[in-house]
């Protein structure tokens, strides 16, 4: 496991546009998927997007599809993911998470995690 550290959340007002970042600790190793999910109040945590070492391989849930987009930085360990035309039901808390050893949308092939970062957004 690595130690991740999310930033960029906040409030937003809908159609606004936000963007989080996820670092962790360099890495010689870059073979593993990373990816964000998050959490709404009430409910049960749920992907949101993903990325491959490769960078070429992202995929994201229908729900964002269209609005978010993840990039990654391979060799700072970053993850980014552009959050536009947010809505309200985008209000969650986000969590970065990585070393997932294949494209997967479970948080059970993730090992490593961040404390998340809260996205609010007002209608």
């Known amino acids: 496991q690595v130690q991740l550290v999310e930033s960029g959340g906040g409030l937003a007002r809908a159609g606004d546009s936000l963007r989080l970042s996820c670092a962790g600790p360099?890495?010689?190793?870059?073979?593993?998927?990373m990816g964000w999910f998050r959490q709404a109040p009430g409910k049960e945590r749920e992907f949101v997007a993903g990325i491959g070492w490769s960078d070429r391989s992202s995929y994201y849930a229908g729900s964002v599809e269209g609005r978010f987009t993840i990039t990654r930085d391979s060799a700072q360990n970053t993850v980014y993911l552009q959050m536009n035309s947010l809505k309200p039901e985008d209000t969650a808390v986000y969590y970065c998470?990585?070393?997932?050893?294949?494209?997967?949308?479970?948080?059970?092939?993730?090992?490593?995690w961040g404390r998340g970062t809260q996205v609010t957004v007002s209608s």
């Open positions: 998470a990585s070393d997932s050893p294949h494209l997967s949308r479970r948080e059970a092939d993730f090992r490593s």
């Open positions: 360099r890495r010689t190793n870059r073979n593993y998927a």
